[in-house]
C-alpha cells in the first residue's frame, strides 16, 4: 500500500529514483503536519498556547498539508516541477517562520542544509551549490533589512555542506549508476542463456522426434537392450517382423527373446552368441525365425563419452533374399550339369570321329574335328570357371582336408597335362624335393585343380622349352607347389593385376592364346580358402614361376564353408 | 579272364561313347542306364570292369558300388567311378579302383581300359 502511494512511472531510473524519494518527504512531511494539527489541538484544550500562537500553527500546519498534497499530484506527472515546487515550499517556509534576525544569525545554517541537502538529493548532485548561494542570498537580504552584516561563516558553512551533498551524492548517483550498468549486463546474459538453452532444446526435441519417426517408419525392426539385457526400445518393424506384440517384446530380456519358440536349436544358439558378443565391432548373422529368414545385426551402443549403455539389434528381413538365393544354388547346380553332359557328349563324338571310330575321315577332317575337341575343351573350362567362381563368391566352396599322396598328385597333373605339352613341343617334367612328405593334408581335387591351372597357364604362354613342377617344403610349417616355364614372362606392371578376375597381360595374347580371365583369379581364391599363398615371380624372355605356398595340417576336416 | 565291361549311364550319348572306348579297348560291352537293372544285372554276371555313373535313376551308383565290394564273385571286378561331382567322387576313393571326373574324353576312358584290360 505504503509502496504504491510512493510509486511513480518513469522510463529514466534517476528521475523515477528521485520523485520517490520525493514522496518520501512529502509523506513524512505531511503526517508530521497532521501530528502538528493533533498537537496544535491539544493544545487547544489544554490552553498552552494563546489564540493567535494557536491560529498562526494550525495555518502553517495546513498550508503544509494543502502543498504536500498539491505537490504529490504534480509529482504524479511532472517530477521536476514537483521538486522546484517542494524547494520553494522549503525556503518560503523557512523564511515566513523566522524573523530576519533568526535567518541572518546561526539558526539558518540548519535550516537551510534541509534545502541544499534535497537539492543535491533531488535534483542534481551540483544543485546543492545553487541552493547554498540562494540561501547566501537570502540571509544577505535578511541581514541588509535590519541594517546588520551578514554572517560570512554561515555562508562558509552552505558551501562546505553543498560540497559535501556533492561528492556524497554524486558518488552515491555513481555506485547507482555502476549498479544498474551490472544488473543490465547480468540481465543480457541471462536472457542470452535463457534463449540459449531454450534454442537447444527445442532443436534437441526436433532431432529427438525426427529420430523416433525414423525409427517408427523403417521396415527394419530395430530393439535397443539396456545394460542388463532389458528391451527398452521395439519399433513397430520389431512386432510386425518377429509377430509379437510389442508390450511382450519392451521390459523382456534378451533371453526370453531367443528362447521363443520359433527358433530352433541350431538358430538359438546363433541369435544368443550374436546378441551377447562382447565385442565391440557390430556383427551380422543370418537367422531362421519360422518361416522367415532374417538377417541380424547387432552391436554395442555407447554413449558420448564413449560409456557403453546397452546394445542395439537390427531385425532385416531377408527371406526373400534367401529364397533367391537357394533358387540360384538350384539353377547353378542344374546348370553345372545340363553344361558340362552335352559338351562331354560333344567331346566324346568328336573324339570318335578324330578316331576313326566310324570309318576313315581325311586330313581336313580330322584337322576339324581337332578344332571341335579343342574349343570344347575351352567352354568347358569357362564353364568350369565360372561355375567354381560362383560357388567360391556364394560361400559354398568347401575345402575338405584329407590325407592324400604327394606323388599321386604329381602324376595326375603330369599325366594330364603331358598331351598338351608334348602337342607344343615343351617339355613336362616334376620332383619332390629330397625328404618331401610322402602324404599331407588337403583338399586333393582342389589342389590338382590349382596345380592344373598353372601348369595349363605355363604351356599356354611357352613357345619353347619346358615346364618344371616341383613340390618343397620352404620351412618347417610349409610345404610349396613350383611351376617354372621358360615363357614370354609377364611386364612388372602387370604383375599385381593377373590375379584379379578378367584380367589378362595383354589383350593381343589374350586372343591368339584363347584364354579366359577367370583362371588366376579362382587359383588364387581357392589358395586363400586353404589359407596359403600364391606369389608370381617373371622376367621378360626368361620365364615366370609360380609359387603356391600352403600350411602342413596334421588332421582332416572341413577347413572352410 | 572275362571281358565283359558294364558301363552304367544313364545320359544315352554318354553311354554310347563310353561303351565304343571300352569297345576299342577289347572289352564285351553291356549298357546299362538305370541303377535298378544294374543291381539286376550285377548279382547275375561277373564283369571285369564296371564304369559306373553316380547319378543314377532308381538306385544311387553309390550304393551299386556298395553291393559290387559286398559281393565275393565280384572281388577281382575293376570299379571305373565317372562322375561330374568331383566331391562325390572323392568319397568313394577307398572303395574303386579309378575315379574319372566328368568331362571324360574318349581317348583318355579308351587308354586307361585298354591297359586296364591287357593286365
Known amino acids: 500500500m505504503l509502496n504504491r502511494i510512493i510509486q511513480v512511472q518513469s522510463p529514466n531510473p534517476d528521475d523515477a529514483r528521485r520523485r520517490r524519494l520525493l514522496n518520501i518527504l512529502l509523506i513524512g512531511i505531511f503526517v508530521s503536519a497532521i501530528i502538528g494539527l493533533l498537537i496544535t489541538g491539544y493544545g487547544v484544550f489544554t490552553e498552552l498556547w494563546g489564540l493567535s500562537e494557536i491560529f498562526l500553527r494550525t495555518v502553517a500546519c495546513l498550508v503544509f498539508i494543502i502543498g504536500v498534497s498539491i505537490i504529490y499530484v504534480i509529482n504524479k506527472r511532472s517530477g521536476k516541477i514537483a521538486i522546484y515546487l517542494f524547494i520553494l515550499l522549503l525556503i518560503t517556509a523557512y523564511i515566513i517562520s523566522d524573523t530576519p534576525y533568526q535567518i541572518s544569525d546561526g539558526r539558518s545554517v540548519f535550516y537551510f542544509s534541509i534545502p541544499i541537502v534535497i537539492a543535491s538529493l533531488l535534483i542534481h548532485p551540483l544543485a546543492s551549490f545553487a541552493l547554498a548561494a540562494i540561501g547566501c542570498m537570502i540571509i544577505t537580504w535578511a541581514a541588509s533589512t535590519i541594517s546588520q552584516i551578514p554572517d560570512f561563516i554561515v555562508m562558509i558553512g552552505f558551501f562546505m555542506l553543498a560540497l559535501v551533498s556533492w561528492l556524497t551524492l554524486s558518488s552515491l548517483e555513481q555506485a547507482l549508476k555502476r549498479l544498474?550498468?551490472?544488473?543490465?549486463?547480468?540481465?543480457?546474459?541471462?536472457?542470452?542463456?535463457?534463449?540459449?538453452?531454450?534454442?537447444?532444446?527445442?532443436?534437441?526435441?526436433?532431432?529427438?522426434?525426427?529420430?523416433?519417426?525414423?525409427?517408427?517408419?523403417?521396415?527394419d525392426g530395430v530393439i535397443v537392450f539396456d545394460l542388463h539385457g532389458k528391451a527398452i526400445v521395439a519399433n513397430p518393424a520389431t512386432t510386425q517382423l518377429l509377430s509379437l506384440p510389442r508390450d511382450q517384446i519392451i521390459n523382456s530380456s534378451i533371453d526370453d527373446l531367443i528362447h521363443s519358440r520359433t527358433l530352433d536349436n541350431k538358430n538359438r544358439s546363433v541369435l544368443g552368441d550374436l546378441l551377447t558378443n562382447p565385442s565391440?565391432?557390430?556383427?551380422?548373422?543370418?537367422?531362421?525365425?519360422?518361416?522367415?529368414?532374417?538377417?541380424?545385426?547387432?552391436?554395442?551402443?555407447?554413449?558420448?563419452?564413449?560409456?557403453?549403455?546397452?546394445?542395439?539389434?537390427?531385425?532385416?528381413?531377408?527371406?526373400?533374399?534367401?529364397?533367391?538365393?537357394?533358387?540360384?544354388?538350384?539353377?547353378?547346380?542344374?546348370?553345372?550339369?545340363?553344361?558340362?553332359?552335352?559338351?562331354?557328349?560333344?567331346?566324346?563324338?568328336?573324339?570318335?570321329?578324330?578316331?576313326?571310330?566310324?570309318?576313315?575321315?581325311?586330313?581336313?577332317?580330322?584337322?576339324?574335328?581337332?578344332?571341335?575337341?579343342s574349343n570344347t575343351r575351352r567352354l568347358l573350362s569357362i564353364v568350369s570357371d565360372l561355375l567354381d567362381q560362383a560357388q567360391i563368391e556364394a560361400g559354398k566352396m568347401i575345402i575338405q582336408v584329407q590325407p592324400f599322396k604327394t606323388a599321386e598328385l604329381l602324376d595326375n597333373v603330369h599325366n594330364l597335362m603331358i598331351k598338351a605339352a608334348n602337342e607344343k613341343g615343351l617339355t613336362l617334367t616334376s620332383e619332390s624335393a629330397p625328404g618331401f612328405p610322402e602324404t599331407l593334408y588337403g583338399d586333393s581335387a582342389r589342389l590338382q585343380q590349382v596345380l592344373l591351372n598353372l601348369v595349363g597357364n605355363a604351356i599356354k604362354f611357352t613357345v619353347r622349352g619346358s615346364v618344371h613342377i616341383r613340390l618343397s617344403c620352404p620351412d618347417e610349417k610349409h610345404w610349396a607347389m613350383e611351376v617354372r616355364d621358360s615363357g614370354m614372362g609377364i611386364p612388372e606392371t602387370e604383375l599385381a593385376r593377373i590375379f584379379e578376375p578378367f584380367k589378362q597381360v595383354d589383350d593381343s595374347i589374350t586372343r591368339k592364346q584363347a584364354g579366359f580371365g577367370l583362371g588366376l583369379s579362382i587359383v588364387k581364391q581357392l589358395v586363400s580358402l586353404m589359407d596359403g599363398d600364391i606369389a608370381v615371380n617373371s622376367k621378360m624372355g626368361v620365364g615366370s614361376v609360380f609359387t603356391v605356398t600352403l600350411p602342413i595340417v596334421q588332421t582332416g576336416g572341413i577347413q572352410h564353408e | 579272364m572275362s571281358d565283359l565291361a558294364y558301363v552304367v549311364e544313364d545320359d544315352e550319348d554318354l553311354a554310347t561313347i563310353f561303351s565304343e572306348a571300352l569297345l576299342a579297348a577289347n572289352y564285351q560291352v553291356?549298357?546299362?542306364?538305370?541303377?535298378?537293372?544294374?543291381?539286376?544285372?550285377?548279382?547275375?554276371?561277373?564283369?571285369?570292369?564296371?564304369?559306373?555313373?553316380?547319378?543314377?535313376?532308381?538306385?544311387?551308383?553309390?550304393?551299386?558300388?556298395?553291393?559290387?565290394?559286398?559281393?565275393?564273385?565280384?572281388?577281382?571286378?575293376?570299379?571305373?567311378?565317372?562322375?561330374?561331382?568331383?566331391?562325390?567322387?572323392?568319397?568313394?576313393?577307398?572303395?574303386?579302383?579309378?575315379?574319372?571326373?566328368?568331362?571324360?574324353?574318349y581317348t583318355q576312358l579308351r587308354d586307361l581300359t585298354a591297359r586296364l584290360h591287357s593286365t
Open chain 2, 30 to 105: 553291356e549298357a546299362i542306364t538305370n541303377g535298378l537293372e544294374a543291381r539286376q544285372r550285377l548279382q547275375e554276371g561277373a564283369p571285369h570292369l564296371v564304369l559306373l555313373d553316380l547319378h543314377l535313376p532308381g538306385v544311387p551308383g553309390t550304393d551299386l558300388l556298395t553291393q559290387i565290394r559286398a559281393d565275393e564273385r565280384l572281388a577281382k571286378t575293376i570299379v571305373v567311378i565317372a562322375t561330374a561331382d568331383a566331391r562325390l567322387g572323392e568319397a568313394c576313393r577307398e572303395s574303386a579302383d579309378y575315379i574319372l571326373i566328368k568331362p571324360i574324353s
Open chain 1, 180 to 219: 544498474r550498468e551490472i544488473n543490465a549486463n547480468l540481465d543480457r546474459l541471462v536472457a542470452e542463456r535463457t534463449k540459449a538453452l531454450a534454442e537447444s532444446l527445442a532443436r534437441e526435441r526436433i532431432e529427438a522426434g525426427r529420430s523416433i519417426a525414423i525409427l517408427e517408419s523403417i521396415a
Open chain 1, 280 to 373: 565391440q565391432q557390430p556383427a551380422s548373422y543370418r537367422v531362421q525365425w519360422g518361416t522367415k529368414t532374417f538377417s541380424v545385426s547387432s552391436a554395442q551402443v555407447f554413449d558420448t563419452e564413449k560409456t557403453r549403455i546397452g546394445r542395439v539389434a537390427v531385425f532385416r528381413d531377408f527371406t526373400h533374399e534367401a529364397e533367391i538365393e537357394k533358387v540360384k544354388d538350384t539353377i547353378l547346380a542344374t546348370v553345372s550339369h545340363e553344361l558340362r553332359t552335352p559338351l562331354n557328349a560333344i567331346l566324346g563324338y568328336v573324339e570318335m570321329l578324330k578316331e576313326a571310330v566310324y570309318g576313315p575321315i581325311n586330313a581336313k577332317q580330322a584337322r576339324a574335328s581337332e578344332r571341335i575337341i
